[in-house]
């Protein structure tokens, strides 16, 4: 391995580790988990209980094909 590609690696290496985990609700397996990520905002409505956003966790997306609201186009 080269330098580069060993200090490309260790760099990334401690990024991962000290990269936040997102901890919340999945909307889906309806539990507290490690690693969820936004997936649907309702935008409409005005009155109580008519807005809102859910999370899902990585198992949850994989499984139902879930894309995270920030990976999706414009």
Same mark, same amino acid.
């Given at each position: 391995?080269?330098?580069? =590609? $060993?200090?490309?690696?260790?760099?990334?290496?401690?990024?991962?580790? +000290?990269? *936040?985990?997102?901890? /919340?609700?999945?909307?889906?397996?309806?539990?507290? =988990? $490690?690693?969820?990520?936004?997936?649907?905002?309702?935008?409409?409505? +005005?009155? *109580?209980?008519?807005? /809102?956003?859910?999370?899902?966790?990585?198992?949850?997306?994989?499984?139902?094909?879930?894309?995270?609201?920030?990976?999706?186009?414009?």
């Amino acid at each position: 391995m080269s330098d580069t =590609t $060993r200090s490309a690696a260790e760099a990334a290496a401690r990024l991962t580790k +000290s990269t *936040p985990v997102g901890y /919340g609700f999945c909307a889906w397996h309806k539990e507290f =988990t $490690r690693g969820v990520r936004l997936v649907h905002v309702e935008e409409a409505g +005005s009155g *109580p209980n008519t807005a /809102g956003s859910k999370f899902a966790c990585t198992p949850c997306r994989e499984k139902y094909g879930l894309i995270q609201f920030a990976d999706r186009p414009m």
